[in-house]
Structures are given as C-alpha cells and as structure tokens.
C-alpha cells in the first residue's frame, strides 16, 4: 500500500508473480524462508516458457475469472504483486481498486534511461557496462511508475554476450529480490521516488529474426556489438553468403582484430583468409572480424564450406524489413 509517499505492506503473506521467469524455482524458495505462499499467473503465450514442474494459472486478461482466483487464494491487503515481464494491460482503476496499489515491477535499467524491452541487445549494442536492479510501482503507463529501490554494480569484464550479461544479472536479481522482500517482511517503509520524464527513453522490444540483419557498413565497432547483441542465448544476426545460395545464415561466435591488414569500406564482409577454425572476414575499418560460427537454418555450422573470397551481404530490403517493423507481443504471443 501506499500512504505519505511511502510504500509498505504490512503483515505480507502472499506474492502473486504475473508473467515469466527462469528463476521461478529458486524465487519461490526465497518466499517459502520467508513462509510466505506463492502463486504464479501467466499467459498462454508466456506458459511455455515455464518448467512444467511449476504450478501455473493462465489467464491472458484480468477478467473476472483472474479476480475470482486472487480472491479465493488471498487476501490482497497482505498480498504483493510482482510482474515479471507480464503481457497484461494494467488499468488504473483495476490498480488501484483491485490490488490496492500493492503491484510492482522488476526492470533490468537505469529507469527512466531504459524503459521498454530488449534490454540486454540494447545494453550491448550501446556498450553500457552498468547493471541496474530496480522495483518500481506499476501504474498505468509502461515503466513509469514511482521507484521503490535500486542496486547498482558493473558488468564483469568477460560479459560479451547476451548470455554472459544475463547470467550475471539473474544472480545480482535473485540476491535483490530477496533483499527486497526481507526488508518488506520486516516492515521497512520505502520512499517513492518519482521517475523524471526528460530523461525517458523507450527502447522497442527485439526480435532476433526480425531485427538481426547484419549491416556491414557499419563500422568495426558497431558491427560486433550488433552481432554480440543477437549471440546466445539467441539465434544469431543474420546475413546471406555471396548470392544467398545457403539461405539465412547465423553469425555466432565473433571478435574483433586487429592484427591483420587495414581495409576498405568496398572491403566489407569479404572472406579474406580461412584459418581452419574460423574465417577472417573485412569490415568498413581497420579491423577485421574473426568468426567461429557460421550456422544455416538448421543450425548446422557450415564454415568449413566458405572460402576466402566469398562474401557476406545484407540485401538492403531485409535491412529496411528490420528497422520499419516493430516487434510487439500480446499475452497470446507476436503481433503481427
């Protein structure tokens, strides 16, 4: 609840996670410390995301029938909220009125900086090092609502891609959830700290095969941060291979170098040497890409296949196909 700008549950007894999440086992072990009763709601789209071994309740809109359940399984006044990447619509009077104000979001940035979705290709793309644990008040708006706490730290220097920087945030997350929620158990207060609107900006949610088409006239730089952006645990941005006749093909497993020769912006995404276990390739600088991973749509690596000469090209529809449609889900899944 919220009273004099302070938010606070007294007596606490139940957490409600509406959305997905990996860490769902070991959240629900911090809970039972603390004897508090978990329940998990999901969509039908966010449902298969989640191990079988969770009980889950799928719902995709707050109807009557997603009321009736949090009615019968808790009392809202003791009963906190959380969404976890949640698909549903929160409206203000169902905020207010139904769950007493008593709902929260976790988000991965620098709220206000980074609001919205694909947070960890972001975070690449743009080089940002810092990670952010924040809990925030849900309102009726996307990821404006009041800050509750936050925990800064930096990325480990080994953090390249998305798996790296995801792996290190989950840890990070799962010490501040429960730090969280002890402090909430213990009856802690917490200041709300308003978001400051100027400096809002809302990054659009990613979809590695909408919006993974490789740009090779991007310099060095921005290159292998578009590509790490799209590495595991995602399938790969993507290209084609001289006149396409491999089909979309994946680029995993990349690095930057300098050791070899300068080039020339004509020079991009030519195959300038095959050193066996990767391929030395040219971009728009001075450096040259070193790639381990060259994966076909069934996932096969067909490196041994390329041959110094050969080139990788983006025909520039797909570049315009990545940047003019944006990528939105629903509780049933992509938009489209």
């Not at 110094?308 to 529809?317: A, L, V, W, Y």
């Amino acid at each position: 609840m919220i009273l004099n700008n302070k938010f606070y549950i007294d007596n606490l007894k139940n957490v409600v996670f509406l959305g997905e999440s990996e860490v769902f086992e070991e959240l629900i072990e911090i809970n039972d410390t603390f004897d508090i009763r978990t329940l998990v709601v999901t969509s039908s789209h966010q449902a298969h995301a989640i191990e079988k071994n969770i009980k889950k309740n799928i719902f995709d809109n707050i109807n009557d029938k997603f009321k009736k359940l949090i009615n019968k399984s808790c009392k809202i006044e003791n009963t906190l909220f959380i969404s976890l990447g949640a698909r549903y619509i929160f409206k203000k009077n169902t905020i207010e009125k139904f769950f007493l104000n008593n709902l929260i979001n976790f988000h991965g940035t620098r709220l206000p900086l980074d609001s919205g979705g694909g947070v960890l290709s972001w975070k690449i793309m743009r080089e940002d090092r810092i990670d952010n644990q924040l809990v925030h008040l849900i309102d009726e708006h996307i990821d404006k609502g009041p800050i509750i706490d936050n925990e800064l730290s930096l990325f480990p220097p080994n953090c390249k891609i998305p798996m790296d920087f995801k792996k290190y945030h989950m840890e990070k997350f799962l010490n501040f959830y429960k730090k969280f929620i002890q402090q909430i158990v213990q009856g802690t207060k917490f200041e709300l700290k308003p978001q400051i609107n100027y400096l809002r900006r809302y990054n659009p949610r990613l979809n590695t095969k909408v919006n993974g088409f490789i740009d090779w006239n991007f310099n060095s730089y921005d290159l292998i941060n578009f590509i790490n952006a799209f590495d595991e645990h995602y399938t790969g941005a993507s290209t084609y291979l001289n006149n396409g006749n491999f089909g979309k093909l994946f680029i995993k497993k990349c690095h930057l170098h300098g050791g070899d020769s300068s080039n020339h912006p004509f020079m991009a995404g030519i195959v300038t040497r095959h050193d066996t276990r990767w391929i030395v390739v040219s971009t728009s600088g001075k450096h040259m890409l070193l790639i381990e991973e060259v994966l076909d749509i069934k996932g096969k690596n067909i490196l041994s296949l390329i041959k110094p000469g050969d080139r990788f090209f983006t025909p520039s529809n797909k570049l315009e196909y990545a940047k003019k449609n944006r990528v939105m889900y629903s509780s049933k899944g992509k938009k489209h």
